[in-house]
């Protein structure tokens, strides 16, 4: 635990956010965990205006200081944080990073591993297989993240029915609810453990 005695939470995404502001939301005026710092690398991305609108510190990341670089390591080390989060999260995390947080950082997936995952598999990508696929169940995984797509140990699985006229928008909205339910309270049950 950092020094200010909270847990500090940093959420990484790449997009609109939605997962991001659950978070945000579980977190508020939490006596233990808080939601320090929202890590994009992308500037149109929506959660950075859910940071600002929040009031959460936002780091905009550029990708060979991630990727091959630092992987700004000592920034999320000064400013105390001690979980990452991803939440729609598209640059694959660099060696340098999950060997500085070992088993402390973790990702959600709009499928149910260790199908539809990899490169290239993320949002509307992943729906579309889905249901190219005929499959009739989908669902969400929460899982450590390691230095591959999409393969650390799952934590939590949740699943959904997929029905005749499903599109991956109707898919995608479902997953979202999954996501929403459960995703800030496995990682509130993981962290306080
Ligand atoms: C979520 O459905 C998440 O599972 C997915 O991106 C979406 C982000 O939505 N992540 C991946 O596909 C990672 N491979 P949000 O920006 O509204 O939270």
Redesign the pocket.
């Known amino acids: 635990m950092s020094s200010n005695s909270y847990i500090n939470l940093a959420i990484f995404?790449?997009?609109?956010?939605?997962?991001?502001?659950e978070i945000i939301t579980r977190f508020k005026g939490h006596p233990k965990i808080r939601v320090a710092l929202i890590v994009s690398n992308k500037p149109e991305a929506?959660?950075l205006g859910i940071a600002q609108g929040e009031g959460i510190d936002a780091l905009l990341i550029e990708r060979e200081r991630f990727l091959k670089g630092d992987g700004y390591v000592p920034v999320l080390k000064k400013k105390g944080i001690d979980w990452i989060i991803?939440?729609?999260?598209?640059w694959k995390v660099p060696a340098s990073l999950i060997q500085a947080y070992p088993g402390r950082i973790i990702?959600?997936?709009?499928a149910l591993l260790p199908n539809y995952?990899g490169k290239g598999?993320?949002?509307h990508?992943?729906h579309e297989a889905v249901i190219k696929a005929g499959e009739t169940e989908s669902g969400?995984t929460i899982h450590f993240v390691d230095e591959h797509?999409?393969h650390g140990q799952t934590i939590f699985q949740a699943t959904c029915a997929v029905e005749p006229g499903d599109t991956p928008d109707t898919l995608?909205g479902k997953?979202?609810i999954l996501?929403h339910r459960h995703y800030p309270e496995v990682i509130e049950r993981l962290i306080s453990q």
């Open positions: 995404a790449s997009g609109k956010g939605s997962n991001a502001q929506g959660v991803l939440a729609g999260f598209l990702n959600i997936h709009p995952g598999m993320y949002g990508f992943v969400i797509y999409d995608a997953i979202h996501e």
